[in-house]
């Protein structure tokens, strides 16, 4: 197995032990083309500014396609620059429905 697999798992593990209820999985981040530290990044982000205000919603249940204007609508409110918006995007993009 290769250090890069070994790392990414270890990070699935990490990320599943820390009490987030979405972990990122490896399978969707090599999909996605994405790198670990940013779907872990995002999730920290996600995990932390959405649920200081309501319940975690299950990114499954929207598309990608969906997910960019529910963030949009939150972002003033959630104090999420355009930068965080972009890696909360980047974790969502790894758990979406009908994610490619």
Not at 2 to 9: Q, V
Not at 38 to 44: A, F, I, L, Q, R
Not at 55 to 73: C, H
Request: charged share 25%; proline share 2%; hydrophobic share 40%.
């Amino acid at each position: 197995m290769s250090k890069k697999s070994l790392f990414s798992i270890a990070v699935v593990i990490l990320l599943s032990c820390s009490g987030t209820m979405f972990a990122a999985k490896q399978i969707d981040t090599v999909k996605n083309k994405a790198s670990v530290d940013s779907v872990k990044t995002g999730n920290e982000l996600y995990v932390n500014k959405c649920k200081r205000c309501h319940k975690l919603k299950d990114p499954a249940k929207y598309t990608m396609a969906q997910w960019p204007g529910l963030v949009n609508k939150m972002q003033k409110r959630a104090k999420i620059t355009d930068q965080e918006k972009a890696m909360i995007l980047t974790y969502l993009a790894t758990e979406a429905k009908n994610k490619k």
